[in-house]
């Protein structure tokens, strides 16, 4: 078959570990093949993500089953070109299947062009505005989080301002700033 990509990797994407699976085809066209495994926090993904860029790896595809592809997909998105593909698209043949062996697969299917991509639609969170960003930024010189009055916290100046107001913080009867029960027949709808 046709060779679309001369320079690609496959990753297997999992809970704890990423096998990624590195194909570089040689002068004659054989690929050479590298696999390496890494662990799926932020240190180990921007090992695999300097370790892509050494290589002179310029696409990556990966199976899009679970959320564990998003951190990656994130950290990735502008240094590489990458697929997030179905995994229906990535079926390999039922038999012994092993993380190594799905790397292997992805990358031997991108590397010949029959990959499509998966729709990623944008991030529910937009970036913010330059405006917000700006208060952002004027806000951040505030001292400490915000007060209920006098450098107290927010309940703890409610409770005081109410005291003050005469509610006490429990009455008579146990209901916090009631002085006095509801009588009958008062209030505004007495005689409705």
């Not at 994407?13 to 495994?37: I, M």
């Not at 927010?154 to 009867?173: F, L, V």
Request: charged letters at 20%.
């Amino acid at each position: 078959m046709e060779v679309v990509h001369p320079r690609c990797c496959g990753i297997d994407v999992h809970k704890q570990t990423v096998v990624a699976c590195l194909l570089c085809s040689s002068a004659n066209g054989t690929p050479s093949k590298e696999v390496r495994t890494f662990g799926t926090l932020t240190a180990d993904l921007l090992q695999l993500a300097d370790w892509l860029t050494s290589t002179g790896c310029t696409r990556v595809a990966m199976e899009s089953t679970g959320v564990y592809w998003k951190p990656l997909s994130n950290l990735l998105e502008g240094t590489l070109e990458l697929l997030v593909v179905n995994a229906r698209h990535i079926k390999n043949v039922p038999g012994r299947k092993t993380d190594v062996r799905d790397g292997e697969w992805i990358a031997d299917l991108l590397r010949h062009g029959l990959l499509p991509p998966s729709f990623i639609p944008s991030s529910p969170h937009p970036r913010p505005s330059p405006a917000r960003l700006a208060r952002t930024d004027a806000l951040a010189h505030l001292p400490g989080p915000r007060t209920g009055g006098r450098g107290q916290p927010p309940a703890e100046g409610a409770r005081r301002r109410q005291h003050q107001a005469g509610g006490g913080s429990h009455g008579d009867h146990g209901c916090v700033g009631a002085r006095h029960p509801r009588r009958p027949g008062r209030g505004p709808h007495a005689g409705v």
